[in-house]
């Protein structure tokens, strides 16, 4: 292995990698604008100029030592492109000597030449990779006077994907990521010097799948979001770390909140997942029915009408109608769309408190969803979860397979679900209406909660803490993004800044909380109702037992998760090796 | 004990004691100021028009069109939490205008961070300094409130540019 030296500090790092590999690896930032560690090498910003030099060496080969015995160092004479250059035994790189910083500022005049500098109106402002050099690496000033040169400032990449040509800095991340990641190869630079231009090719359009992943390598705000655009400033929102619920990749990923409503996803790196990336259909999909059309108290059905009622109503009325029936008539169906901590409950309270064995879920597989990439079959977060923590039917137990059978001919009389979406089971949707009682853990007012006896109101994965489990058998954590009334006091810091510091006098924060509750705590209130005392506090109580009760998740915990980006069942203890993320821009000043 | 003694009682001579001479040069003092003259202003029906320095409450600068583009520094800026600004897109060329623009004037403090902070100069301090309201709603302006016709302005637009 190498020894190199970066600013005087000795590095010792992998054969043929890259001087900027090598100094982000431990720790060290060399600037650069169009380098990025997925895609090929361009070279083309010149913002990684460095000084590189080597031990100078006597004519038979041995290294030349000065008076105190340390290698005489000859250096380039120019500068030399940090992303571009393969590191070798003994080189020495300086990144903050006058020179290099020269030419720091240098580019920076340069690419600020014609640069609109419209932050104000630019949605990158705040977390802007210009910007920020701007501030650390120009002299903040322009000797340029003539008139910038212009070009359209609003074009159309396609059905996600606003194009602002004068913002562009001509790095070509995003005609490498089109090549080279989402494989479709449209875009490209048409003329030279000052004029260049990315263009897409004529009749095409940048729709590819993963197409909104170049909003977020684009350093600056040059490509911007058809479906964020404008909706608020980076500096307003809270940035919490989440997994995306689209399918069972389980990408990481932030969600962006203001005023208590998610307002863009965002990827979040894991080597080990998603990498740098996430699909359109996750970002796009994933937050309107957390935000919209949602249930946000219990109810009782009364005649036609679901009554808002108060939370012992609920669980009162819940007990008084589980209690008529049977414990085999009555069928409990998990979710593979929440959390273990809710599923392993769920089993928990069908066979210690009902005693029923009737234990299912519905998995929602659609292999024309599937891709080579990211995407994969299974459209739920964490049915391998669920199943793993006892959503599976016991010996005698009821499938979901029999479910139809065994309503026609009233076997099941009762059902108690915890999701609202079976949609796609529409046998079994028409066959609600003939069922006794039918509770509910709703997200949303769908089809099947306007069905319900009793609903219960339920956070969903924005404001729970929890863990899935991936296709991979990864457990990954997530954490509350938004604000409910039974997670106020956790998100505390955590909330956008107008969140913080509302008073009930701003208009801002005039909204109700929503009354909804993470499914293991319902049900443990409802076992209490039923006389069986569960001793839970935080869904870190429920994990904790899952970790002791069920062998595949012993040795984990929420930090441990946290601390390796997941760790792989029955692995706990042999974690995938920690390496440290790149990360391209995330500067958000809060 | 070791005591440091200095009451009043010791520094105070027999005339300082009894009240009665300082009482008389009391009013003597009293007395004078009333024959100096009136500073008192009967406001409202008497109104005082202040210089183009003074800061009254924030207002929007309108043109044909509106100024502001919604860019949100004033709300950020601002130390109090006054305002509140959603932004949205038009078809215009400065491609942003602000749909919600409100300010709390229960919040603001009028310190004029956000006049000098506004890249477009839309946001500027008036000179209205009548500020009633009989909710706290109320003090919620908007929009509507908020844009003055930039000929009422010249005065405050005028100061910033020479002083600023
Ligand atoms: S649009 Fe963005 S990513 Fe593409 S070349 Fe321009 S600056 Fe780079
Ligand atoms: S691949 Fe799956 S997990 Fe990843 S962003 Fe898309 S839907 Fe979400
Ligand atoms: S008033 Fe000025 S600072 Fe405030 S949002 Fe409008 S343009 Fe921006
Ligand atoms: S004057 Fe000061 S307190 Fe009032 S709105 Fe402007 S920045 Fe906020
Ligand atoms: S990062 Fe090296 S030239 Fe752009």
């Known amino acids: 292995m190498p020894n190199i030296v970066i600013d005087g500090q000795k590095i010792e790092t992998a054969a043929g990698k890259t001087v900027i590999e090598a100094a982000y690896e431990n720790g060290m930032q060399i600037t650069h604008f169009c380098w990025h560690p997925e895609l090929s090498i361009s070279g083309n910003c010149r913002m990684c100029l460095v000084e590189i030099g080597m031990p100078k060496r006597m004519p038979d080969g041995s290294i030349q030592n000065d008076n105190e015995g340390n290698p005489v160092i000859s250096y380039f004479p120019k500068l030399q492109i940090a992303c571009a250059t393969t590191i070798a035994e003994g080189m020495h790189i300086n990144t903050k000597k006058d020179n290099v910083v020269k030419a720091q500022e240098a580019v920076m005049e340069f690419l600020l030449i014609n640069h609109p500098l419209d932050c104000p109106i630019c949605d990158e402002a705040g977390q802007c990779k210009l910007q920020e050099y701007g501030y650390k690496y120009s002299k903040g000033e322009s000797r340029f006077e003539e008139e910038k040169v212009h070009a359209p400032k609003h074009q159309s990449w396609g059905p996600t994907i606003v194009f602002d040509a004068e913002r562009c800095i001509k790095c070509s991340r995003c005609i490498r990521f089109g090549q080279e990641v989402a494989k479709q190869d449209v875009l490209t630079f048409v003329n030279r010097g000052d004029h260049v231009k990315i263009e897409l090719f004529e009749g095409t359009q940048f729709d590819n799948p993963y197409s909104m992943n170049v909003i977020d390598i684009c350093p600056v705000g040059a490509l911007t979001s058809k479906d964020f655009r404008f909706k608020s400033r980076v500096w307003d929102m809270s940035f919490n770390d989440s997994i995306c619920p689209g399918c069972a990749r389980g990408c990481n990923i932030k969600i962006g909140v203001r005023n208590n409503e998610i307002l863009r996803i965002e990827p979040r790196t894991n080597p080990y997942v998603n990498k740098y990336w996430m699909c359109d259909y996750g970002r796009l999909s994933q937050y309107k029915f957390v935000n919209e059309d949602r249930v946000t108290e219990p109810m009782i059905r009364w005649k036609d009408e679901l009554i808002p009622c108060s939370w012992d109503e609920a669980y009162a009325k819940a007990e008084e109608s589980l209690k008529k029936f049977m414990p085999e008539e009555i069928m409990f169906i998990g979710s593979g769309r929440t959390a273990n901590e809710g599923n392993y409950i769920l089993s928990k309270f069908a066979m210690e408190v009902i005693k029923s064995e009737n234990i299912d879920l519905f998995s929602d597989i659609d292999e024309s969803f599937k891709d080579d990439f990211l995407k994969v079959s299974d459209k739920k977060p964490n049915c391998r979860g669920a199943v793993e923590v006892g959503i599976i039917p016991e010996k005698n137990g009821v499938k979901v397979q029999n479910l139809h059978d065994k309503m026609r001919f009233k076997n099941i009389k009762a059902i108690y679900i915890i999701t609202d979406q079976i949609v796609q089971f529409r046998p079994i949707l028409d066959e609600i209406d003939d069922l006794e009682l039918l509770i509910v853990h709703a997200y949303n007012l769908t089809s099947l909660t306007k069905k319900a006896d009793i609903v219960f109101a339920a956070s969903t994965y924005a404001e729970i803490e929890g863990t899935y489990v991936n296709v991979d058998k990864r457990v990954q954590h997530l954490t509350p993004a938004l604000v409910t009334a039974e997670n106020l006091r956790f998100m505390g810091m955590k909330m956008s800044r107008l969140d913080k510091f509302g008073a009930s006098n701003d208009r801002w924060t005039q909204h109700k909380l929503r009354n909804t509750l993470p499914h293991w705590k319902i049900l443990t209130k409802l076992a209490e109702q039923f006389n069986v005392k569960w001793n839970y506090k935080s869904a870190k109580d429920v994990f904790k037992e899952i970790t002791e009760k069920i062998p595949s998740f012993a040795g984990m915990t929420y930090e441990k998760l946290d601390e390796y980006q997941g760790l792989t069942l029955g692995k706990a203890e042999q974690p995938d090796p920690k390496v440290i993320n790149y990360e391209s821009h995330v500067m958000k000043p809060n | ?164």
Request: with cysteine.
């Open chain 2, 1 to 164: 004990m070791n005591i440091t003694k200095n009451t009043e009682n010791d520094r105070m001579n027999f005339w300082e004691k009894i009240y009665l001479p300082e009482i008389a040069r009391g009013m003597g003092l009293t007395l004078k100021q009333v024959f100096k003259p009136k500073f008192t202003r009967q406001y409202p029906e008497e109104v005082w028009n202040p210089e183009g320095s003074y800061r009254g409450r924030p207002v929007l600068v309108k043109e044909e069109g509106e100024r502001c583009v919604a860019c949100g520094l004033c709300s950020r800026v601002c130390p109090a939490l006054a305002i509140e600004v959603q932004a949205s897109e038009t078809e215009k060329d400065k491609e942003r205008y602000p749909v919600k623009f409100e300010i709390n004037m229960l919040r603001c403090i009028f310190c004029g961070f956000c006049e000098e902070v506004c890249p477009e100069e839309a946001i500027v301090m008036s000179k209205d300094y009548h500020l009633v309201f009989q909710s706290q709603e109320e003090a919620i302006l908007g929009k509507d409130k908020l844009e003055v016709p930039i000929a009422k302005l010249q005065d405050r637009l005028e100061f910033l540019r020479q002083y600023r």
